[in-house]
């Protein structure tokens, strides 16, 4: 069974950053595309950007410029960095394993980011 789980979250004034990590267990890393969802009260989950096995990133508009999404294949870790965080930002944030031909979708079990003066 593949295990996601985030760290890094916490509470920043605007303007700052932080830096989510999630590890994967269970499965071979190299052979899954990786996202990061976030999810806003009383919303479905969006996905904030998404990484490719060819470590290829994708960024919603809304962080295009602030956010980077890398990974480390060989210690199983997916990275989310962001900077010149916004109020807006403040939202529990996701790791994610999308579903694929060999593989069903795994979630992580969130993390909270804060955005407040």
């Known amino acids: 069974q593949v295990q996601l789980v985030e760290s890094g979250g916490g509470s920043v004034q605007p303007g700052g950053s932080l830096r989510l990590s999630c590890g994967v267990s269970?499965?071979?890393?190299?052979?899954?595309?990786m996202g990061w969802y976030r999810q806003f009260p009383e919303k479905e989950r969006e996905l904030v950007a998404s990484?490719?096995?060819?470590?290829?990133?994708y960024y919603t508009d809304s962080v295009k410029g602030r956010f980077s999404i890398s990974r480390d294949n060989a210690k199983n870790m997916v990275y989310l960095q962001m900077n010149s965080l916004k109020p807006e930002d403040t939202a529990i944030y996701y790791c994610?394993?999308?579903?694929?031909?060999?593989?069903?979708?795994?979630w992580g079990q969130g993390t909270q980011v804060t955005v407040s003066s």
């Open positions: 990484i490719s096995m060819s470590a290829y990133p």
């Open positions: 994610h394993v999308p579903r694929s031909t060999w593989s069903p979708e795994f």
């Open positions: 269970g499965g071979t890393f190299e052979n899954y595309a």
